[in-house]
């Protein structure tokens, strides 16, 4: 069973920054993507950033609303993916959860795990 461990969120003025880190673990698993998502209040659960691994290349994407904002970073090797947030709005404000998609063997089928949801709050 893959477990998500995820650190950072809080409070913060506008055009502040935050920055959350996530960590999977939990025996051999291969990490297809890693990525962060978030959920506002009676809302859906929406994409923030996804990073996908693809061998030798790293693949990218962001929500419109974050980019040129936030800056998502995975690395496979320590199985972690942090999510830099910049210039942060009020509309940021949310609980952000961390996802990612593994294979448990080659060739294998992929699974999905989700972590706890960390709060972001951005208020003055």
């Known amino acids: 069973q893959v477990q998500l461990v995820v650190s950072g969120g809080g409070l913060v003025q506008p055009g502040g920054s935050l920055r959350l880190s996530c960590t999977a673990s939990g025996g051999l698993f291969t990490i297809n993507t890693m990525g962060w998502y978030r959920q506002a209040p009676a809302n859906q659960r929406d994409l923030v950033a996804l990073s996908t691994s693809g061998g030798s290349t790293e693949y990218t994407e962001y929500a419109d609303s974050v980019k040129g904002r936030f800056t998502i970073s995975m690395d496979n090797a320590k199985k972690t993916v942090d999510l830099q947030m910049n210039n942060l709005k009020p509309g940021d404000t949310a609980v952000y959860y961390c996802?990612?998609?593994?294979?448990?063997?080659?060739?294998?089928?992929?699974?999905?795990?989700w972590g706890q949801g960390t709060q972001v709050t951005v208020s003055s």
């Open positions: 996802k990612t998609i593994v294979r448990l063997r080659v060739g294998g089928p992929y699974y999905q795990y």
